[in-house]
């Protein structure tokens, strides 16, 4: 399936180019695609992203016994993993990648987009107590201007988690090089690199207001 070139955007960007996700994803971009639908299939588009964003993730060997032997088998510590949803939109992508990670920990992040500047303003934010050794997934579907993302890693590394991934649903060029201009240490993960932003910071061609789509508040 053809992919935007994500070359001249470095290293750290994953354009997860499933043909399930992508088909999944043209529906959603499509108008009319309803609140129910554009909800059902963010929830299984994050359940595939969790499964990659999760590809690297370290197991540890326990010993248990099958009907016929004790073997050393694999597992994964889901409590280490905390996923961050930023409000509101991250929470359709946090509901997916729950249902994969059921024992992943929880942050929110509020972040309001001052229309005027397109900066992000904090109004709330509330993550595991003990951060260290704690893997980020953190999440919001739509990576635009990047000032969401940025203001969201810069809290989120105060807590000193050991590491942060992005996960998003449709990124834009700017938006992936204004984040990687501030932390070119955050792996991105979207499925697709769209052209540009219009005048109000929306994606082009996009899927309109994510947040909008999936709570049916337009
Ligand atoms: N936020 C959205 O919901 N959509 C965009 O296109 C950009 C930011």
């Known amino acids: 399936m053809p992919q935007p070139m994500t070359g001249d955007l470095g290293d750290n960007v ?3 180019t499933h043909p399930l996700i992508q088909h999944k ?19 299984e588009i994050s359940m595939l992203l969790g499964y990659e964003v999760t590809r690297d993730m370290p197991v540890t060997f326990e010993s248990i016994e099958t009907p ?29 990648m729950l249902e994969i990670l059921p024992s992943a920990r929880v942050g929110h ?3 309001y987009r001052d229309h005027e500047t397109l900066e992000a303003v904090e109004y709330f934010f509330k993550v595991p107590s003990e951060m260290s050794d704690r893997e980020v997934i953190l999440c919001d579907p739509m990576l635009a201007t990047g000032n969401s993302a ?20 449709l990124a834009a060029p700017e938006g992936i090089r204004n984040l990687h201009a501030k932390h070119p240490d955050v792996p991105i993960y979207t499925p697709a ?10 994606i082009l061609p996009g899927l309109g207001d994510a947040g909008d789509r999936l709570y049916g508040t337009k």
């Open 109 to 111: 992040i509020g972040l």
């Open 25 to 43: 994803l043209t529906i959603m971009r499509k108008k009319e695609t309803s609140t129910a639908g554009f909800r059902r299939l963010l929830r």
């Open 14 to 16: 994953h354009v997860i």
């Open 68 to 96: 016929l032997q004790p073997m050393m088998a694999p597992t994964l510590d889901g409590k280490k993993v905390v996923i961050i949803s930023i409000l509101r939109a991250g929470d359709g992508i946090r509901d997916g």
């Open 193 to 202: 690199v769209d052209e540009r932003l219009n005048d109000k910071g929306y």
């Open 150 to 169: 940025i203001a969201a890693v810069d809290r989120v590394k105060k807590t000193q988690p050991k590491s942060i991934k992005f996960v998003c649903l």
